[in-house]
Nanobody, 127 residues
Framework: QVQLVESGGGLVQAGGSLRLSCAAS????????MGWFRQAPGKEREFVAT????????YYADSVKGRFTISRDNGKIMVYLQMNSLKPEDTAVYYC????????????????????WGKGTLVTVSS
């Protein structure tokens, strides 16, 4: 069983930065590929970024590539999302996800059937 708790969301002006954190429980954290997804009002949840179990491989949605960076610390059992050059269209609830069997690449292809989800943290970017 893995529990995921996101933090770090808030209100920021366009062009600003935020760092989201995802604290995970469980001794087998390093066995899970991890990812960040987001859901804007009235829209479906979408892929943002994923990271492999070792942290060596990352994947990004085209809309955030070059602006967001995903990382993980297996010792601290944490996953991070550094978000720079934020835009109003980045406004959404951001969710942390974990999957034991799929690769980080596969997590980015389909959000369905993910093993664990956090409850989300709200990011609001004002223009």
């Amino acid at each position: 069983q893995v529990q995921l708790v996101e933090s770090g969301g808030g209100l920021v002006q366009a062009g600003g930065s935020l760092r989201l954190s995802c604290a995970a429980s469980g001794r087998t954290f390093s066995n899970y590929a991890m990812g960040w997804f987001r859901q804007a009002p009235g829209k479906e949840r979408e892929f943002v970024a994923t990271i492999s179990r070792t942290g060596l491989t990352t994947y990004y949605a085209d809309s955030v590539k070059g602006r967001f960076t995903i990382s993980r610390d297996n010792g601290k059992i944490m996953v991070y999302l550094q978000m720079n050059s934020l835009k109003p269209e980045d406004t959404a609830v951001y969710y942390c996800a974990a999957d034991r069997l799929r690769t980080a690449q596969a997590m980015g292809v389909s959000k369905n059937g993910m093993d664990y989800w956090g409850k989300g943290t709200l990011v609001t970017v004002s223009s």
